[in-house]
């Protein structure tokens, strides 16, 4: 009887299917769900504490303009002007993916801009002193456009946070600054003509030599010796050896440490509003969409032309872009001669000989 | 007359109109020459417009100088005679003292041209990365409105009386006073910062010598 009440249990046992336990990347996708919930339920507790602190300190304004949304205090800030002014060069950069903003209000205090009182802290607030101009108001507005998280890969990619801004000219010319004064002949061929090169330097190929495309011998020991000023120990060693013309120790101190990218921010942020530009109305949706990873192939398809199309007409915006070298103003010459001829007159206007 | 008036004024300053020629000539030529040495590694954009920024800060200089030292020297004589040549002229003052302004510009023009060869030389010379471009003619138009524009300021102050030299002085002692009794009694008031603002800002009278004096830029 026992033996065969044994037996059952035994059978039951080995006929029981495997208990399914979680892998460790479905508990990795739960903590980080949990985290996202904690950091959003965090951001929400902020913005109502704000809400409340506005509210008890004085009435509240909630200008509204398209998806453009504003909560802010009561106060002579032009609010209104400046997001009137700022909403279509949102809605112009950021096209049908702009509506999004709407779920984002942007809460601002105004404060006193003469007070010297210690002001409470808003949360995610900003603090903007009420006598700013609508000009400037316009701009804080813009910059403050918040459509969500960008995907990493982008990001990384950039190095920034993506905030469209109206102001390509000025960018522009930064970069043409950088295409002829950057020390990497990656840059310099790019600047005469070569798509491959601007390619390289601006880090749309993944090139296990990318720092020998990057940078001549020259340029990397230059590179590696102003990246290692005071090296300690075995650094110090390479370093030396570096310095003394062995490339091999220029690229290894080169590759222990982040790539030093020929080309900044700018450059590659200028990449990408060129593509939104060639892309259309939907071009900025298409750019958040993760797919394709590969950089250079989602910029392609953001912008609905071939890569190497895209650069070549990056470069070519960039070469048009050539800022203006002159200090002096252009009226500056007549101004300078007018205050010669002022000067002039008050020493031939004096009556009186200098006699003492 | 205004021959004579020159050709005093051609004695009594050629001196400083040299060594202002020598150095006007010779300030862009220097300031390319890492740019036109033939070594193994020469000068990146970068660098070569680090070093023309560093050397353009004495183009200021060299205009200030030159224009201090000719307006002096334009009314140095005069003073210590105690204008006594000048009141045997038959001219009126205002007319003698514009044959003197004159005089001072015209002995002004060896430095200004020279700055223009000497531009134009090392500009020729150099080996201007791809990407830049030399202003020679732009930095020495430059030169000649801040030497004139200092010459000028200058003049008028050695033209002026005494008591003109004492009232500006006092205003600007008055200044200084007043900032430094703000600041002790802790009110929000900058009058140096203000003034200097408006002097060295456009369109203010000294904004030409001041931002970057580039022979060569983008």
């Known amino acids: ?356 | 007359m205004f021959r004579v008036i020159l050709y005093s004024q051609w004695k009594w300053s050629r001196f400083i109109i040299g060594l202002g020629t020598v150095a006007g000539f010779g300030l862009p030529i220097l300031s390319v020459q890492s740019a036109t040495r033939t070594g193994d590694h020469p000068l990146q954009a970068g660098e070569l417009l680090q070093t023309i920024q560093s050397w353009g800060a004495l183009y200021p200089v060299l205009a200030a100088a030159l224009a201090v030292l000719v307006a002096i020297a334009t009314w140095a004589p005069d003073h210590r005679g105690r204008h006594v040549h000048a009141l045997t002229l038959p001219l009126p003052r205002w007319r003698y003292a514009l044959l003197r302004f004159g005089a001072g510009l015209a002995l002004l023009a060896p430095p200004v041209l020279a700055v223009l060869i000497g531009a134009g030389l090392a500009t020729a010379l150099a080996a201007i990365p791809a990407g830049l471009q030399g202003y020679p003619v732009a930095l020495a138009a430059r030169f000649a409105l801040a030497v004139g524009v200092g010459y000028a300021v200058f003049f008028a102050i050695s033209a002026g009386t005494t008591r003109t030299a004492s009232a500006i002085l006092l205003v600007i002692g008055a200044l200084i006073v007043i900032q430094v009794v703000a600041r002790v009694a802790a009110v929000d008031l900058d009058v140096v910062t203000r003034l200097q603002i408006l002097l060295v800002n456009w369109p203010g009278p000294l904004a030409i010598f001041t931002g970057r004096w580039m022979l060569i830029d983008v």
């Open chain 1, 1 to 356: 009887m026992y033996s065969r009440g044994c037996r059952i249990l035994i059978a039951t046992l080995l006929a029981a299917p495997p208990l399914v336990g979680q892998t460790v990347g479905e508990l990795r996708a739960r903590a980080d769900s949990l985290a996202r919930d904690w950091r959003q339920a965090n951001a929400l507790a902020d913005l109502q504490d704000t809400l409340r602190h506005l509210a008890r300190r004085s009435g509240r304004d909630t200008i509204r303009v398209g998806a453009l949304t504003i909560l802010a205090n009561t106060s002579p800030l032009p609010l209104q002007e400046a997001a009137a002014q700022a909403w279509p060069v949102i809605e112009r950069l950021y096209g049908p993916a702009a509506q999004a903003i709407a779920e984002h209000p942007i809460v601002i205090l105004a404060v006193d801009p003469d007070t010297a009182v210690d002001r409470p802290p808003v949360g995610p607030g900003l603090q903007v002193p009420w006598n700013l101009s609508v000009r400037d108001l316009t701009r804080l507005l813009q910059s403050r456009v918040d459509l969500g998280p960008v995907d990493p890969g982008l990001r990384e990619w950039l190095r920034g946070s993506l905030l469209l801004r109206d102001d390509t000219a000025r960018r522009r010319s930064m970069v043409y600054v950088q295409l002829v004064t950057a020390p990497s002949v990656a840059v310099r061929r790019c600047f005469l003509g070569a798509v491959a090169a601007c390619r390289d330097a601006l880090s749309l190929s993944e090139a296990p030599d990318i720092l020998t495309r990057w940078y001549d011998p020259a340029e990397r020991r230059a590179l590696a010796t102003r990246m290692y000023l005071s090296p300690a120990g075995a650094g110090q060693t390479r370093v030396l050896s570096c310095k003394s013309g062995n490339d091999s120790a220029c690229l290894d101190l080169l590759e222990s440490s982040p790539p030093a990218r020929p080309l900044d921010y700018e450059a590659r942020f200028t990449l990408v509003e060129l593509a939104l530009h060639v892309g259309g109305r939907d071009a900025f949706l298409r750019l958040l969409d993760a797919n394709p990873r590969d950089v250079a192939d989602r910029l392609a398809a953001v912008a609905g032309v071939g890569v190497d199309s895209l650069v070549a007409r990056w470069l070519g915006e960039i070469r048009a872009a050539r800022p203006v070298p002159a200090d002096v103003p252009p009226l500056g010459t007549w101004v300078a001669l007018g205050w010669m001829g002022v000067f002039a007159a008050f020493g031939l206007g004096s009556s009186r000989w200098r006699v003492s």
